[in-house]
């Protein structure tokens, strides 16, 4: 079994910083692209951030130069700093992760979620 654990969020204020980990857990073979989902209330969940195995990156353009996807393949982890948050930035996140299973099984796998709360 696999299991993501999301960890970091809290309250913060405007222009503050946080810093997200994820980690994944079980019978892994190997992981793919890793990612960072939000979703505020009454909103669709929205990607903000990805990372591929070979380390490229993607964000939203509501937080580019803002906030920065990085992964340890080492400890299965990936990684959201994020900086200047603002209060439109508050959601829970969610981490997202595509494994490889020992048994070879390809799944994408979600974690339960953070709450981050920006206030201005």
């Known amino acids: 079994q696999v299991q993501l654990v999301e960890s970091g969020g809290g309250l913060v204020q405007a222009g503050g910083s946080l810093r997200l980990s994820c980690a994944a857990s079980g019978s892994i073979f190997s992981i793919n692209a890793m990612g960072w989902y939000r979703q505020a209330p009454g909103k669709q969940r929205e990607l903000v951030a990805f990372?591929?195995?070979?380390?490229?990156?993607n964000y939203a353009d509501s937080v580019k130069g803002r906030f920065t996807i990085s992964r340890d393949n080492a400890k299965n982890t990936v990684y959201l700093q994020m900086n200047s948050l603002k209060p439109e930035d508050t959601a829970v996140y969610h981490c997202?992760?595509?494994?490889?299973?020992?048994?070879?099984?390809?799944?994408?796998?979600w974690g339960q979620g953070t709450q981050v709360t920006v206030s201005s």
């Open positions: 997202n992760a595509r494994i490889t299973s020992s048994s070879y099984y390809i799944a994408d796998y």
């Open positions: 990372i591929t195995g070979g380390g490229s990156t």
